[in-house]
DNA sequence: CAGTGGTCTAGACCACCGT
DNA sequence: CGGTGGTCTAGACCACTGG
């Protein structure tokens, strides 16, 4: 009765765990049969198994359990981040009279019941060609990074790297890796930078091996990039960087017709 | 000199093709070695070599070739979607009085110089939950889909299925599965559905099976979903899911602060 | 049709981690 | 400590495809 197509054993198998999965056979949190076991049960070899719980892996349904956990069906928790003006803008307002001194991130994930950390760090380098282009200066040019780690309830949920023309940030408080309570946005306002408008890049691929050991992903996870670019309407006065596990995370918008 | 973390054989092997390939030392289309090859060169497994190639080919940075064809480096192509309304409706004006009689997927890639062509099938089913929500009806409703696997110069290249509630779609030349040159949003307007905001929700994970083979890619691979409800002044007349291989897609929004 | 990648087996050793 | 997944080997057979 089921149509098989004459699969693989592999992809076979890792479409009924699929299925076991997705049907709440196997509820989230729960511990999967170790390879031996499936192995013995659907009589073919370890490496088969593997396979299969490989596949699984890639599409984020279960867990790489190292040493004697096991492998569990994964939690899927995913957060939302507004990236129009309307409806961030207006809860941002509220936002500011009750959280004190964290930035809206870190208020963002108060929202949803969460605790954000950061760390921060600053560097000044060479802008690399993309970013250059973007922010309307020759490539290799001095720019200011601030490079931010972004922990949710503890665990690293996504890199957020925001680049300066060095000429707005050095000897400003951008400099200074830590909390900007009132956040970036409004201090560059401050600082005669009233940005007016945003352009969001969107795109998704697999991490480079740089940022899947910052994000502690596998390799082969895929990652959603947004980079966003704020203008005064005189020029480009920064691009923002962040890079999501893909599953970890909605990017939503908002917009006029 | 090299900097070896003691990393597993694979990874070594995938980091070192991972390099060649970005220095263009094995530049875009060129055949890579064969598995054997990088065996005996490596004095490793076949198997190992294989689990290098597969982390390469989660990243997109190489084919998969059966047969005789043999592995290549992955010509990378990213097409641009706009999301926001300005631009892209400010260059739609044009795209109508140029290119007659296809609609604005259509022309967009013409101004990209490619050919697009879109396979069209239209269902009437009982609304899943997910759309159900969006569209705020109960869900099991029924509902009009429209689903379109969309061609760039003859090879997949994305799916776009639209929903509409049925007392909207039914009846209407929506249900006609082909072309609409001016356009779905024009030709409800007409019918007194005039959408005056969208909200997208942006998100990026593993196809499922099914959509992998309809999009002719490796499961694993990533792709990135949009989705786009429309609204009038009164409700949600459409929610249109976009699924796009990742490397395959920017998506661009221009936004006011 | 020869060579390629796709699939599969049956073993082995080890690092790691929960109990 | 004992069991788990992570890594690796050395084979084998087959489907497919380009020359």
Known sequence: MTSEQELPLYRDLAAELRRAITAGELPPESRLPTEAELAEEHKVSRNTVRLALAELQAAGLITTGRGRGGRRVQHREVLEFHGS?????ARADERLKVFDGVDAWVADNRDQGHEGT?????EIVEAPPGI???LEIPAGERVVVRRRLRLVDGKPHNLNDTWYPADIAEGSPIMHPADVPQGTIALMKDMGYVQVRYRDEIEGRAPDPGEARRLRIPSGWPVIVQTRTGYTTERPVKVTVTIWPADRARLIYELPA
């Open 85 to 89: 003006a309307s409806e961030s803008m």
């Open 132 to 134: 250059a282009q973007l």
């Open 118 to 122: 950061q760390q921060i760090s600053v």
